[in-house]
């Protein structure tokens, strides 16, 4: 599974519980990759998407992920014969564009905190700008090959980097929950770092 995210120039996800921006050019970026696949995300990101999009919605995203990571440490087989159940239940109740299939993406925008074996790809668009933030995601050099695909113009962002990490191995992928302690006062001040 590939999974998507968000982040400002200092790996900030979120703030106060909610996204640090948005850009409808991402959101048309990621509508286009994800094109005949399913688009995973929870029922806040759903908002920003339109309407008839196709994406799929959980409404513990995080949870749901931690819940698969966590089975598969345990026993693959039982994961596997557990997803085949769920997908065929979700897909009696789902539209063809729906069904799970091999290729999988999943928007996350919320705290992540977990070693993570069902995603092996992150896609990261990375604004250029630093955000109030007080959750943060961190790849490990060590356990992540970034590779920058593209840099290209927003509707409300000059720019956005668009990036690629790929797992070397069973890599930890891992969320910070405090901040900075300069971060925020700075921001307050009007002494944004760039």
Not at 95 to 119: D, H, R, S, T, Y
Not at 172 to 178: L, Q, Y
Request: hydrophobic share 35%; charged share 40%.
């Amino acid at each position: 599974m590939t999974g998507i995210v968000c982040l400002d120039q200092e790996d900030g996800l979120l703030f106060n519980g909610r996204r640090q921006s948005r850009d409808r050019v991402v959101t048309e970026k990621i509508l286009s990759m994800t094109e005949g696949k399913p688009l995973w995300m929870s029922a806040y990101s759903r908002r920003i998407f339109p309407e008839d999009a196709p994406v799929c919605v959980a409404e513990d995203l995080v949870g749901k992920l931690e819940e698969l990571a966590e089975s598969a440490r345990k026993d693959a087989e039982q994961v596997e014969s557990a997803q085949e159940e769920l997908e065929r239940e979700e897909a009696a109740q789902k539209k063809p564009w729906q069904q799970p299939g091999e290729a999988a993406f999943c928007l996350i925008e919320e705290a992540v905190n977990l070693e993570n074996e069902m995603i092996d790809e992150w896609i990261v668009f990375r604004w250029k700008r630093v955000y109030p933030a007080d959750v943060f995601l961190k790849f490990p050099a060590d356990d992540w090959e970034k590779e920058l695909i593209e840099t290209f113009a927003g509707y409300s962002h000059e720019e956005i980097d668009l990036e690629r990490y790929r797992k070397k191995d069973r890599a930890k992928f891992f969320c910070e929950t405090e901040e900075p302690a300069d971060r925020t006062k700075n921001f307050r001040q009007g002494q944004k770092k760039l």
